[in-house]
Each structure stands twice: as C-alpha cells, then as structure tokens.
C-alpha cells in the first residue's frame, strides 16, 4: 500500500516551490528546505558566487558534506546515506525539472 501524498510549498530563495509528499515526511521536508534556503542565502550573501544554480550546487555539496561526516562521526552505515543522497538527489531533479 502506497503512502497518500500531499503538495507541500516551499520557498528557497525567494522561489516558490510544490513538492509532493508523504504526509508523515511532511515537517522533515520544510525544515530541509528551510536549511537549504539559509545555506544557499548564505553562499549568495558572500557575493562571490550569483548564479542561482551554482549557488544551489555548493549547498548541496556543503549539506551532503556534512550528512557524511556527521553520519560518519556516528558510524552510520553508508548505504543509508547513499540512500539518503539518492532521495534528495532525486527530489531536487524532480524540481529543477518542474519549476
């Protein structure tokens, strides 16, 4: 049986954006985009860097960075995080397609 999803809107640098969601996934995902939204306003507030791909680009690499030493620190096992990537990852290719 299929878990019921529900749009969710998120805004990430001042762009709106609908994501479907499982009910239960609902305050983890607002709170991930949230913490992508300060991460990449921080990147661009540097001024260094002004293209918005770019901008989300490094935050991902920076959020991904510190999953894997965080989960390292904790002996976390590495296919939960490559799991875990691999569902971010395709989240963020489900937006970038569907803007």
């Given amino acids: 049986m299929s878990k019921a999803v529900q749009p969710v809107s998120l805004n990430i640098l001042d762009k ?7 009910a239960d996934e609902k305050d983890t995902l607002i709170n991930s985009a949230r913490e992508l939204d300060r ?17 989300a680009v490094l935050a991902a690499l920076n959020l991904a960075h510190d999953l894997v030493s965080s989960n390292k620190a904790e002996s976390g096992s590495s296919v ?8 971010l990852r395709n989240k963020i290719e ?5 803007p």
Avoid: F, H, P, W
């Fill in 16 to 22: 709106e954006y609908k994501i479907a969601c499982a």
């Fill in 39 to 55: 991460q990449m306003r921080k990147i661009r507030d540097t001024g260094k860097v002004s293209s918005t791909d770019r901008i």
């Fill in 80 to 87: 939960d995080i490559c799991a875990r990537l691999a569902d």
């Fill in 94 to 98: 489900n937006v970038l397609e569907n």
